[in-house]
């Protein structure tokens, strides 16, 4: 007995100690990003720079994101951003290329940008142009700036040189790093990558660290969820090129963070690398995710793609000790037990369409979702975090953050004109009957279609999500309701005593 004691105690404290430490002080992030949304929203092609002691993110849905810490972002409108564009400071300029013929120029990162020409000195086809696609401009140490651009399909990754007089002008000779090889199975296309001879290689991005040129690219397409990053290294801008022994650099195929690709590598306030990805939703549409990036003895870049809160740029020194070791705790649970003192414990959404249940919002899958109906004003879904049979243990848990994914097309909210505000509010309870408030968005003036907020860490086995508000102009759907944080143990009233055995 004492020894339980003493290990019951000690864990605790390890706990306490824990919690004192890191959660509820220390800033998280968790993916895909909660971006604002203004006239553009962040739906993947994610070209990051840091200019001015800022980092300023472009994206596939228009307009800029600003940040000074890559935690917080603010959007800024930006005129004519085209699809997959990037933008790149050079002598004082900025300029701006995208899936167009167009190169764009302004004074500022944030515009107003106007047309400086098209693309002069392209080659034929035959040498993979087809009028920039996905195109990449990389200034090298010596102020040399280089072109890269992926050919169609299986085609592979081109570079050339830019005069740097005329950053619209090719110089030199253009040089084919790599086209698709089937042998590499996460670079073809399909759900399983099982289209052997078909892929499609785009979104190419350049990273130099310790004297090595990494080359990032994306397969299978967008449109699959095996969508992955992958790179290619050399000593020398222009190549030749290695296959990284690691490959693929990002890859996931379930869970709510899924298809990371297209996206860019940049060195962050804390001195560490980050990189930064396209979420690709399984209902459709795109969002950000962004993660840390570490370099191994060998010089393979290694980054783990995460869909749980993670420590933010510069709260951990160790790139590798980056987990904050929270977990989503929600997963599965919509059955609740009766006769554990939940008031109708079968009941856990205040409402639902048809095929469109609580479950849906609590199933790790951003392919369904729940749907309240539309007559109901103050829409509730309610979990119990304990396992649903009368004859289990009641587990207890200590919850320290939500994520909530909301559907639609973010046009025709409540709130700003044109954009998505949602407001809402977390409870939680430990018998099912009492709640209190332990998150309060009622008054959330900001637009996202994501959304991230941490919770004081807190004891309980029921919480219940209540939407105060939402966009009137389509349906309220949401794809992913997420709790954070960690079993802490059992509660008492339902732990039977065992009957001592008497030995005769």
């Keep these: 007995m004492k020894r339980i004691l003493a290990f019951a105690v000690t864990a605790v404290c390890a706990s306490s100690l824990l919690q004192a430490q890191t959660l509820g002080e220390d800033a998280r992030y968790c993916n895909p990003l909660p971006m604002e949304i203004g006239q553009g929203s962040a739906s993947g092609d994610v070209s990051v720079f840091k200019w001015d002691g800022k980092y300023y993110m472009f994206c596939t849905g228009g307009g800029a994101w600003v940040s000074e810490d890559m935690l917080n972002w603010d959007y800024h409108y930006v005129a004519d951003v085209p699809v997959a564009p990037d933008v790149c400071p050079y002598n004082g300029k900025f300029y701006m290329t995208g899936n167009s013929s167009n190169v764009w120029v302004a004074d500022n990162p944030l515009g107003p940008y106007k047309v400086l020409g098209q693309w002069k000195g392209t080659p034929d086809l035959e040498h993979g142009w087809s009028q920039g696609f996905d195109p990449h401009i990389y200034v090298d140490e010596d102020n040399q700036p280089y072109l890269f651009w992926p ?21 030199g000779p253009v040089t084919h790093h790599f086209s698709f090889n089937p042998d590499h ?67 996931r195929t379930d869970g709510i963070v899924t298809g990371p690709a297209h996206g860019s590598m940049v060195t962050g306030p804390d001195g560490n690398i980050w990189q930064f990805y396209t979420v690709v939703l399984r209902s459709g549409g795109r969002r950000v995710g962004m993660d840390r990036v570490t370099v191994d003895k060998d010089g393979n870049l290694v980054c783990n793609v995460t869909d749980t809160p993670q420590w933010a740029p510069g709260v951990v020194k160790d790139p590798a000790k980056g987990d904050s070791g929270s977990i989503i705790v929600s997963v599965g649970k919509t059955t609740m037990s009766t006769g554990q003192g939940f008031p109708g414990a079968a009941k856990v959404a205040s409402s639902s369409k048809p095929g469109r249940g609580p479950e849906y919002a609590l199933d790790d899958n951003t392919a369904t979702w729940w749907e309240p109906s539309d007559d109901d004003k103050t829409p509730t879904l309610t979990i119990s975090l304990s396992p649903a049979v009368d004859r289990d243990r009641v587990q207890t848990f200590r919850i320290d953050g ?43 003036d900001v637009p996202r279609n994501v959304v991230f907020d941490e919770i004081k860490p807190v004891e309980c086995r029921y919480v219940r999500l209540t939407m105060l508000d939402w966009p009137k102009g389509s349906p309220l759907s949401i794809l992913d309701f997420s709790v954070f944080g960690k079993a802490t143990g059992y509660s008492p009233s339902q732990v039977p005593v065992p009957t001592p055995m008497v030995m005769e």
């Design 151 to 171: 050919g169609m399909a299986i085609s592979g990754i081109y570079s050339v040189k830019l005069d740097p007089n005329d950053i619209t002008q090719f110089v």
């Design 185 to 251: 199975v996460w670079e073809r296309q399909g759900e399983k990558n099982e289209f052997t001879d078909v892929a499609w290689i785009e979104g190419p991005w350049i990273y130099k660290h310790d004297g090595t040129y990494y080359l990032q690219y994306s397969a299978s397409g967008t449109q699959w969820r095996t969508y992955a990053e992958g790179y290619y290294k050399s000593d020398n801008i222009q190549g030749p090129y290695e296959y990284a022994s690691n490959n693929p650099l990002l890859r």
């Design 402 to 444: 939500s994520r909530i994914l909301f559907g639609g097309s973010g046009r025709g909210f409540s709130g700003s004109a044109g954009t998505p505000v949602y407001k809402y509010k977390i409870e939680t309870s430990m018998d099912g009957k009492t709640y209190k408030t332990v998150l309060d968005m009622s008054g959330n």
